[in-house]
């Protein structure tokens, strides 16, 4: 399994999903820069947080115009895992690769701080091979986490099952209580109906090293690994 | 050398940009001659305090600038450098925004996290943590609100998108502040101790560069405003107030990170106060070179802009660079990649003079030298007096205020203190975590541990100043901030390595403003000595003041906020201040006093300021911070928390809430109980301890000489004094965690 990180100008998480992956969870990774077109023969594709182009238009809004990104939707299209973090969901969506669209946060500011969210989806491999029920400390950074799409959206999501995790409490229960963004139904990650695309607001790879105290995330991508590799 | 569009300056126009009429003699005299307009610009903000440190610097020379782990000295370079093993070198550095986020919290805020990152990187280093240190005025006034609101905005705005993480900081409210914020701004890097960076010029015929953002009309003066005190008409000097880009911030970062890895770059400085006249003119001066520079290649933003405006933009995200000649490809590919402007303006000369020229015709001709700081900008040492405040404030004792009927209502008080409640409301803005090296995160610590990738290190940073202290015995209070700032790094796990100042003051020229500033420079002077941090640099703002109602001045609080950096030698050292197990044992390290001196107590419970400082030993100190590094290296605490604001009470509930865990303890007879749970005297540290490790932990402690009391036990959540019931720890960090949020819910529009 070979891993392409995207950057961006003004990707700023870059450097972390690379050291997560590569130093960490021991797969071969490479950059791709966004001016270029080549995948470089990447089986997965990364796109990751930051403020790409600055987001002064919209978050995510100018980076999907960026050459590489013609050749991650084809990528995407032929059935290759994309997967998007944070600024990269907000791409994703901005790309059409994931249905809905990432909102200001109801709080109208920025947050950053751990949360909890829980696997929701059993055919997506990003969260089927994780513990059901249970709530996964994985910290969010975002000023526009409000996951919004209309109610027909949402159905077809809920029936397809490609919800991919909740925002939840420290016991994994879903309470509205605990949403930090507004997200409509506590939705913190989202993939396509072939469930080859992901994308998410938290940041699994800032709970990936145990000197943060925290692995979470770790066991995020080692639940994916493994079925990539089964 | 006056031309058709250089007129000659005046006095009146020397006066109006803030020089003395001395100074504006001593110009004629280095250049012979009488300066042109644009010669009066640069040399007027060279020479504002901004720049020139004129009335400062012979004081600041007394601090201690050697260490065993310096490589770079005091004020050589933009920034400090500590050598940290393996190679790697830290950067730091801590900077005021005072004046700009007065007027323009949002951008003023901004700017100064851009400054301060721009001063690290152009090393060479690249920024890994930040932190940030604010002052306002009271909680529940609406103005206050509103700065609170913008500078938090600002802070978080620019450093989030910029990609470092705010990893520590302290927030204090206080009239003093009212109208007068302080914004100090701190930025630690890291840098291949090869591929540092130089400020200076060499190298004659060598090609001289201006990088990143175009040049525009804001900012113009900014460093004379600086230089003045803020008063009602401030507003008026809102374009003298910069606008930030982290986008092209960002883009700047990385590009810089790229030069340092070729050999192509001479040096390079970031276009901060004076733009392009204070990095052409003290990078000559630092290599003991000159420049010729072509203004008219400058990238503009608008059409028409005058040489003089040119020459005093502050427009922010711009680097001047020398590059070796013939490796000036190198660089423009690298700029060029990450589109950003990369254009020659310029060569080195032999020197001494910086001549700037306009379309072919030499509008500025001046020795570099003869502009800066340790050349020929004016050194001052202004009248000092000791203020009737300060004998007043001594005379205070314990006995003149009475102990409060119920100690449960004031502890309560206490809590929902906005200078002791969690800042919670402001540090959730800023994206703490970028970079997965904030080890502190899950792990709450009194120094924020930042993790140094590809290395067994990690380092400690903390910003600490109690103005309060400081205000009420300069001197002390100033020995206390940074002998605090060390005891926070040494429960962290780490070892005290060296000082970053921000100095904040009132009018240097008003005697008892100067009084305040020498007191505190002694102290600091004292503690970095005895504790072996030497001060590797830092900022001064002066003038953070207003007129009063009679029409005097009044200078805030003096702030000298202490920035200090720490070394773990290995990550396993990392120490943290929340309780873990019921049951544990809670000893008090240090000795338990009859002293309430100002303290938030005193102040907020009993309408007190003027006190004596709380007490303070060097001596005592420097034990107790040796007996904590071998508790921590022997592994004998499970949590650790030095005892401050608000004292010993809550010193407790902060090491209870995170896993919401309470105490059972006993106060001491011989002490009055307010005095033993609220009183701020310093050298104190809590620490629990497991009952099995008990016996070893007390004969550490008793080797070291550290006085010991045992307090009582961990609890399951439920708080105990002297058997009287205080509550119970979740109710205590109910309030404890929202009282900022919930003043700020209830502004009045």
Known sequence: MKFGVVVFPGSNCDEDIVHTLQNILGQEVQKLWHKETDLKGSDFVVIPGGFSYGDYLRSGAIARFSPIMDSVIAHANKGGYVMGICNGFQILCEAGLLPGALLHNNTRKFICKNTFITPQSHTCMISSNLEFGRGYQIPIAHGEGNYYANEGTIKSLNDNDQVIFRYCQEDGQITESVNPNGSVQNIAGVCNIGKNVFGMMPHPERAADYLLNNTDGKELFEGALELIKA | ?749
């Open chain 2, 1 to 749: 050398m006056a031309t058709s569009t250089e007129q000659l300056a005046t006095l009146d126009q020397a006066k109006e940009m803030g020089l003395q009429e001395a100074e504006f003699n001593d110009i004629i005299k280095v250049l012979g001659r009488t300066p042109n307009f644009t010669e009066m610009c640069i040399y007027s903000v060279m020479w504002s305090e901004h720049c020139s440190y004129k009335n400062s610097i012979n004081l600041l020379k007394t601090l201690p600038k050697d260490g065993p782990h310096m490589l770079v000295k005091a004020g050589e370079e933009n920034a400090g450098l500590v050598d940290i093993g393996e190679g790697l070198g830290c950067a730091f550095k801590i900077e005021s925004h005072n004046h700009p986020s007065a007027i323009e919290p949002y951008q003023g805020a901004a700017t100064g996290v851009g400054g301060i990152n721009r001063d690290i990187f152009t090393m060479g280093a690249r920024p890994i943590a930040q932190l940030n240190s604010l002052r306002f005025g009271k909680l529940d006034d609406d103005k206050t609100k509103w700065l609170l609101e913008g500078v938090v905005k600002g802070i978080g705005d620019y450093g989030n998108a910029f990609g470092v993480p705010v990893v520590a900081g302290e927030v204090f409210f206080d009239e003093t502040y009212q109208v007068n914020p302080l914004v100090n701004a701190m930025s630690v890097g890291i840098v291949k101790t090869k591929n540092v960076i130089s400020a200076k010029a060499k190298g004659p015929g060598n090609a001289v560069y201006i990088v990143g953002s175009a040049t525009g009309k804001d900012g113009i003066q900014g460093a004379s405003f600086a230089s003045k005190d803020i008063s009602a008409d401030s507003a008026d000097d809102l374009p003298s107030v910069q606008v930030g880009d982290p986008f092209q911030e960002k883009l700047l970062l990385e590009a810089s990170m790229e030069l340092a890895e070729t050999d192509a770059v001479v040096g390079m400085q970031d276009m901060g106060a004076a733009g392009i006249t204070c990095s052409t003119s003290e990078m000559s001066a630092g290599g003991g070179v000159g420049m010729d520079i072509q203004l008219d290649k400058v990238p503009l933003r608008q059409a028409d802009m005058k040489p003089f405006e040119i020459l005093m933009s502050e427009s922010q995200e711009r680097m001047l660079v020398v590059v070796q000649k013939g490796k000036e490809q190198i660089v423009e590919d690298i700029f060029e990649k990450w589109d950003l402007h990369a254009v020659q303006i310029g060569v080195v000369t032999e020197g001494p003079m910086l001549r700037i020229y306009m379309h072919g015709e030499k509008v500025v001709e001046v020795p570099a030298d003869s502009l800066v700081l340790g050349g020929g900008a004016p050194v001052y040492t202004r009248e000092s007096k000791e203020p009737a405040y300060y004998a007043e404030g001594q005379k205070f004792t314990l006995d003149q205020i009475a102990e409060p009927s119920d100690l449960v209502v004031v502890a309560r008080q206490l809590l929902a203190n906005p200078n002791i409640c969690s800042k919670r409301w402001v540090w959730e803005q800023y994206d703490t975590m970028v970079g997965t090296n904030n080890m502190s995160t899950n792990k709450p610590a009194d120094a924020a541990i930042v993790n140094i990738k590809g290395s067994n290190k990690a380092l400690a940073m903390t910003v600490d100043c109690n103005a309060r202290y400081v205000y009420n015995d300069p001197e002390k209070g100033t020995e206390i901030a940074v002998a605090e700032a060390a005891r926070n790094i040494v429960c962290a796990g780490g070892e005290p390595s060296a000082v970053t100042n921000c100095l904040n003051f009132g009018n240097p020229y008003n005697p008892e403003v100067y009084w305040q500033f020498e007191g505190a420079i002694k102290g600091m002077g004292k503690a970095c000595e005895a504790l072996k941090t030497p001060v590797t640099g830092g900022n001064v703002s002066f003038y953070n003041q207003t007129a009063g109602e009679d029409g005097g001045a009044l200078p805030v609080f003096p702030t000298p906020t202490i920035g200090m950096i720490g070394i773990l030698a290995h990550q396993n050292l990392q120490a943290t201040l929340d309780f873990k197990y019921k049951g544990d044992l809670i000893f008090l390290l240090g000795t338990a006093r009859n002293d309430v001196n100002s303290s938030e107590y005193l102040h907020s419970i009993h309408g007190i300021l003027n006190s004596p400082a709380p007490y303070f030993d060097m001596k005592e100190e420097l034990t107790l911070q040796g007996c904590v590094k071998e508790l921590i290296k022997n592994n004998l605490v499970n949590a650790i928390h030095d005892v401050s604001d608000g004292g010993l009470y809550i010193t407790l509930c902060e090491m209870g809430m995170p896993r919401g865990l309470g105490f059972d303890i006993v106060t001491d007879s011989e002490i009055r109980e307010d005095a033993f749970l609220f009183g701020e005297s310093q050298s104190r540290i809590v620490v629990s301890v497991t009952e099995d490790y008990e016996d070893e932990f007390i004969d550490t402690v008793v080797e070291h000489g550290v006085e010991i009391t045992l307090l009582g036990h961990v609890t399951r959540g439920k708080l105990v004094v002297d058997e009287k019931h205080f509550g119970f720890i979740d109710d205590a960090k109910a309030i404890y965690d929202n009282v900022i949020g919930e003043a700020m819910a209830h502004k009045s529009e």
